[in-house]
T-cell receptor, first 115, second 116 residues
Framework: AQSVTQLDSQVPVFEEAPVELRCNYS??????LFWYVQYPNQGLQLLLK??????LVKGINGFEAEFNKSQTSFHLRKPSVHISDTAEYFC?????????????FGKGTTLSVSS | GAVVSQHPSWVICKSGTSVKIECRSL??????MFWYRQFPKQSLMLMAT?????????EQGVEKDKFLINHASLTLSTLTVTSAHPEDSSFYIC????????????FGPGTRLTVT
């Protein structure tokens, strides 16, 4: 069975600092990996996804993530954060080649950006 | 685009009553839709997978007679919380996949249910 571990429940940073949100997954088969952002009282917005190909994935709002198969990780990074990046971030996994499978989410990481 | 809407966005109901939440894919056909539940400050937990024209597949621990899911068309799935209790208060989020082989899920904005 697949599982997702987000190693940090809260990450406080100052504006314009770099940030990394860590995500590790567990799966015995190939997976697709996703990062979503959730603002208060809203649904989820896709930041980026890894399906295949290049292990460095660039997403919206200046975020990027790197798929590391040997370390089963998919850490999210941004070189310089803004106040507006304050939100909840979820890492998720689904089984490759199974279109009907649902996403398994990590517990989330709260990113708090202060000035 | 791939837009998913939910209605209502916020609902308050009395204990013992039923409430229906709609999830619509506005600009694509969704063979498969998913319903998630999210408690405050927690992650999304999958409740059920809904396939158009067939019965929903519920996750372990989710009462299918309490959370009725209907996926009558390729653009609409509904979740009905029957005989609601205060512990059913939560944020319910749906998602949809495009076509039969879609990988990415598109999420609705969520519905906040408060049972008094």
């Amino acid at each position: 069975a697949q599982s997702v571990t987000q190693l940090d429940s809260q990450v406080p940073v100052f504006e314009e600092a770099p940030v990394e949100l860590r995500c590790n997954y567990s799966s015995s088969v190939s997976v697709y990996l996703f990062w979503y952002v959730q603002y208060p009282n809203q649904g989820l917005q896709l930041l980026l996804k890894y399906l295949s190909g290049s292990t460095l994935v660039k997403g919206i709002n200046g975020f990027e993530a790197e798929f590391n198969k040997s370390q089963t990780s998919f850490h999210l990074r941004k070189p310089s954060v803004h106040i507006s990046d304050t939100a909840e971030y979820f890492c998720a996994v689904s089984v490759a080649n199974q279109a009907g499978t649902a996403l398994i989410f990590g517990k989330g990481t709260t990113l708090s950006v202060s000035s | 685009g791939a837009v998913v809407s939910q209605h209502p966005s916020w609902v308050i109901c009395k204990s013992g009553t039923s409430v229906k939440i709609e999830c619509r894919s506005l600009d694509f056909q969704a063979t498969t839709m998913f319903w998630y539940r999210q408690f405050p400050k927690q992650s999304l937990m999958l409740m059920a997978t809904s396939n158009e024209g067939s019965k929903a597949t519920y996750e372990q621990g989710v009462e299918k007679d309490k959370f009725l899911i209907n996926h009558a068309s390729l653009t609409l799935s509904t979740l009905t919380v029957t005989s609601a209790h205060p512990e059913d208060s939560s944020f319910y989020i749906c998602s949809a996949k495009k076509g039969d082989r879609g990988i990415e899920q598109y999420f609705g904005p969520g519905t906040r249910l408060t049972v008094t």
